[in-house]
């Protein structure tokens, strides 16, 4: 799973790249170069880490999200057409987008607007969007005239989108027409699901009032974040008391990255690996399975299921089977998040 980091010039995005990677500042290119960036970054679970303490295993997994930032880009002063068709490119491939946004002031730049930051980046999307629709639709006219016959639903679904598009909303706000089939070949940039990252500076930490439309907007310390991030454990709990800071805003960016997407996570626990492991919600058991290995999807026979609450108040798995909590479910058992699985399969 890969979001993409966008906003417009200096909004700070290499600085929250660099904090949710815990890099220190390093990642800027050299010679000129359009580098995309990947920061693969575990999403913090303290059922994890509770299992991992429980079981004591050789190896523990959490979860993982890669965020991507587009580094060394012609700037956006110079040569803005430049810059946002690069942007909007490499953001094509992601299955989410994150939108840095400045409230600060910059010297070059000026004081900070951040709604109409966000709002100009947003008009980019639509624009962009707006001309693959038009693109393709003039394409199928040109076939029927041809006497071509349209095929299946494309064309309706092409002008319910340029209906979206023409009163200026974006295309995640009809995300139900967008997964249909006939669209998944497109790659829209209005349909990705949004989170805004609004980057205060470091003595403000206040929301502004933004115009967000199916999107969800979190502030972040930019520049303090990143500062944290290159401390120990024992320093960033000291700089944290100092700012009044009491979760790091950047596990927040995290966690919302999976939620945006409607991801949860199963466990699975042993003494050799405690592992998350990702799913869309709704996923029945025999495919959770299939995450694991095709083997254990092939062959699949039952799941021995306990929700990690209950193994939780139970203290351990033994106690949770006495109890009666472990429960063995079929292949159509739609997979809840915090469950712990054990597959039971033959091959
Ligand atoms: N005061 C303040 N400055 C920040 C903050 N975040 C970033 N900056 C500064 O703003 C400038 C631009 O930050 P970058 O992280 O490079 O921004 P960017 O969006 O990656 O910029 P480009 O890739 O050039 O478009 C740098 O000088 C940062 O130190 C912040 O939260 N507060
Ligand atoms: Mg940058």
Same mark, same amino acid.
């Given at each position: 799973m890969k979001l993409g980091i966008t906003g417009l010039g200096r909004a700070g995005k290499t600085t929250v790249f660099d904090a949710l990677t815990r890099r +220190?500042?390093?990642?800027t290119p050299a010679g000129g170069q359009v580098v995309p960036a990947l920061g693969v970054v575990p999403v913090p679970d303290p059922r994890v880490d509770w299992l991992s303490a429980l079981y004591r295993p050789k190896k523990t997994t959490h979860a993982q999200i890669t965020y991507m930032d587009l580094q060394g880009v012609p700037g956006m002063a110079d040569n803005k057409q430049e810059y946002m068709a690069l942007l909007l490119t490499h953001m094509r491939p992601m299955d989410a987008l994150i939108m840095v946004v400045r409230n600060f002031s910059d010297?070059?730049? +000026?004081?900070?607007d951040p709604a109409k930051d966000l709002r100009e980046l947003e008009d980019e999307f639509l624009i962009a969007d707006m001309a693959s629709v038009e693109k393709r639709l003039e394409r199928l006219e040109a076939d029927l005239k041809r006497g071509k016959k349209p095929v299946g639903a494309e064309k309706e679904l092409l002008e319910k989108c340029a209906e979206t598009l023409n009163s200026e909303q974006p295309l995640r706000t009809i995300a139900e027409v967008c997964n249909k089939p006939e669209l998944r070949g497109y790659t829209f940039l209005s349909a990705k699901p949004l989170l805004v990252i609004?980057?205060?500076?470091?003595?403000d930490d206040s929301m502004p009032s933004l115009p967000l439309r199916s999107a969800d907007a979190v502030v972040v310390r930019g520049k303090l974040e990143m500062e944290l991030a290159q401390l120990s454990d024992e320093e960033a709990h000291t700089f944290m008391s100092d700012f009044g800071i009491t979760e790091s805003a950047l596990d927040r960016v995290i966690k919302s990255s999976f939620s945006l997407l409607d991801l949860i996570s199963f466990l699975t626990v042993g003494e050799d690996e405690v592992r998350a492991w990702t799913i869309p919600r709704q996923t029945n058991a025999v495919d959770a399975a299939g995450a694991i290995h095709s083997d254990i999807q092939r062959g699949f026979i039952r799941a021995e299921v306990v929700a990690y609450e209950d193994l939780r108040k139970a203290g351990d798995y033994a106690a949770a089977r006495k109890l009666g909590v472990v429960r063995l479910e079929g292949k159509t058992y739609p997979v809840q998040d915090g469950d712990i699985m054990h597959f039971r399969f033959n091959v």
């Open positions: +220190g500042g390093e990642s010297p070059v730049l +000026g004081a900070a609004v980057n205060n500076s470091d003595e």
